[in-house]
């Protein structure tokens, strides 16, 4: 039972075990080893942490089966439990406040950082400006440049000039720029193209959202041309659309014929433009809306897990000929 606790201890916070062993200093050696690790996790690697872990749960585990063993002498009293509960406490408080302030640090506006001079973030500004006019061939601007002192790198905002819809990353990493700008374009376009498929084949509709990606070759081949996403299909099938759909309908057996007819009507405009793409649609009870809830962001769709009903999920259109081929990637769940 007392092997137990230290090794359910060190897993809450590493070095605390070492005191249910009895080891004091040497808990507090490797509760001071976890805030230098804590620091090193949320800022360079997670590795030392790991590491930390493992050192410590070794130790206790050897430690513990000694004094099974009667090879060690087991510590006991009022004062050792008190010790156990203090220590446990002071580095559990202490662990969470370097953790929560580390992570403060690094969410906080970077531009506010003390170090970048106007004059070296008017130089990376004409740098990337510069950068983008060779790779594109056309005027841009930048602005919200931010230096991330954790990494050394730079990150700014990208904007075409006398166009208000394009703004996208800029990053300037070891000496290096990459942007999205390609990654933007492609993705607008795409989207204006499907959106009136996309209404009329979906209502009620919640939110949806696509995106285009590309090679990287193909980006550096056509960067320049700077083509439409239609240009671009035309010229190369190296691209993919990938397009996700939240519907507040509760998709069952006695519906589904009609909702998979309603995704084909999707999945056929594809087809027909030889649209290379991906397609998720999830259908979610309507009682999500009398939550609050009008719109599902697709980075937390987790948390509204409890409210799906059913999911459409399909790798490649190009494989659906038929709205009754939709159902083997229909799944509805109970």
């Known amino acids: 039972m007392r092997l137990f606790f230290a090794i359910l201890l060190s897993f809450l916070v590493p070095g605390t075990g070492q005191f249910v062993n009895g080891q004091r200093w040497k808990g507090i050696l ?82 506010k950082n003390e170090g970048l001079s106007t004059e070296e973030k008017e130089k990376v500004k004409k740098e990337a400006e510069a950068y983008l006019k060779n790779k594109y061939g056309k005027e841009f601007y930048v602005d919200q440049i931010e230096y991330i002192w954790q990494t050394g790198s730079y990150s700014m905002k990208g904007h075409l000039k006398n166009d208000d819809g394009y703004d996208f990353l800029v990053k300037k990493d070891d000496g290096q720029f990459i942007d999205s700008y390609f990654f933007h374009k492609l993705s607008k376009e795409g989207k204006k193209e499907i959106e009136p498929q996309i209404e009329g084949a979906f209502s009620p509709l919640m939110n949806w959202n696509t995106s285009v990606s590309v090679d990287q070759e193909v980006e550096d081949q056509f960067a320049k041309q700077s083509p439409s996403f239609q240009e671009l299909r035309k010229q190369t099938q190296k691209y993919h659309q990938q397009i996700q759909v939240n519907v507040p309908i509760s998709l069952t057996a006695n519906n589904k014929t009609r909702e998979l007819e309603r995704a084909y009507e999707l999945v056929s405009f594809l087809n027909q433009n030889e649209i290379r793409s991906s397609l998720e649609v999830w259908y979610y009870d309507p009682e999500i809306k009398e939550q ?5 962001d697709f980075t937390q769709s987790l948390k509204y897990d409890k409210f799906l009903t059913a999911g459409l999920e399909v790798d490649d259109v190009s494989d659906i000929q038929s709205a009754e081929d939709l159902e083997q990637y229909l799944e509805i769940y109970d």
């Open 292 to 296: 609050g809830v009008t719109k599902i």
């Open 30 to 111: 490797f509760v001071g080893l976890d805030l230098v690790c804590i620091v090193l996790k949320n800022t360079v690697s997670t590795l030392p942490i790991i590491l930390l872990y493992l050192v410590v749960l070794i130790d206790v585990v050897i430690v513990g089966v000694q004094m099974i063993r009667g090879k060690r002498k087991v510590p006991s009293g009022r004062s050792y439990i008190i010790e156990i509960v203090i220590a446990f406490v002071i580095a559990a408080v202490v662990t969470w406040v370097v953790d929560d302030l580390t992570k403060q640090s690094l969410s906080l506006p970077i531009g």
